[in-house]
């Protein structure tokens, strides 16, 4: 399989970090502290905004309510930073993009103050653009985040790969109309055959610049 595009738009938990152990963690007190079972939590959490999943668990809740746990699970998180570390080959990708002038962009469903503590404690690059919660109406796996994305990016979504690990943010970037590369796609997903390449880590990609058009050939190693 071969890809080419201008243009990059990453997903940051699972798919540029480790951070699923501070992840699950924080949801757990969540559930602890609505008396929900913690299994349940954790199979719908991953790839949502945050305030959808509080929604979703705690139906019947006032505004109020929600935005109380929900600026609760915000600090939670923002300050759970501990053990988190870039996952292979994803600071050595960023910074061969940043050679290559080519843009590229993280997109994520947390907010800024996680995204920015996660980031930063992982020590990849400092993207130019970031597409947080708060700057979409919608998130995934709606396709706003994506379409903004690229539309930071001055580029058309088909240009841009969006690398994924969580269904949620598949669907998001599929139906955005970008190319995508799932990184662990999940098991039995019903468009699994859309997405344009699988890969289990960043290792497995050889990025190259033949030209000087600003387009970038991916291929599997």
Not at 83 to 100: C, K, M, R, S, Y
Not at 108 to 131: D, M, Q
Request: with cysteine.
């Amino acid at each position: 399989m071969v890809l080419k595009c201008k243009g990059f738009l990453f997903d940051l938990d699972g798919t540029l970090v480790d951070s699923l152990p501070n992840v699950e963690h924080c949801w757990r007190e969540f559930s602890r502290r609505i008396g929900v079972s913690e299994t349940e939590v954790l199979h719908y959490i991953h790839g949502k905004p945050a305030i959808n999943s509080i929604r979703h668990f705690m139906p019947n809740a006032t505004e109020t309510k929600i935005d109380e746990v929900f600026y609760w699970l915000e600090n939670l998180e923002a300050a759970n930073t501990t053990g988190i570390v870039a996952l292979p080959g994803a600071i050595d990708l960023l910074e061969q993009l940043n050679t290559f002038a080519i843009p590229w962009a993280i997109v994520t469903s947390g907010t800024i103050p996680i995204a920015f503590n996660r980031s930063k404690a992982a020590g990849l690059p400092e993207p130019k653009h970031w597409v947080t919660i708060e700057r979409v109406e919608q998130g995934k796996p709606q396709p706003d985040p994506f379409l903004l994305g690229a539309q930071l990016l001055n580029l058309p979504p088909e240009a841009c790969i969006a690398v994924e690990d969580a269904q949620a943010g598949i669907y998001s970037a599929l139906d955005a109309g970008c190319q995508v590369i799932a990184v662990h796609a999940p098991a039995g997903m019903a468009r699994r055959e859309e997405i344009s390449l699988i890969i289990k880590s960043f290792t497995e990609l050889n990025i190259s610049k033949p030209d000087n058009q600003g387009v970038v050939t991916v291929t599997q190693r």
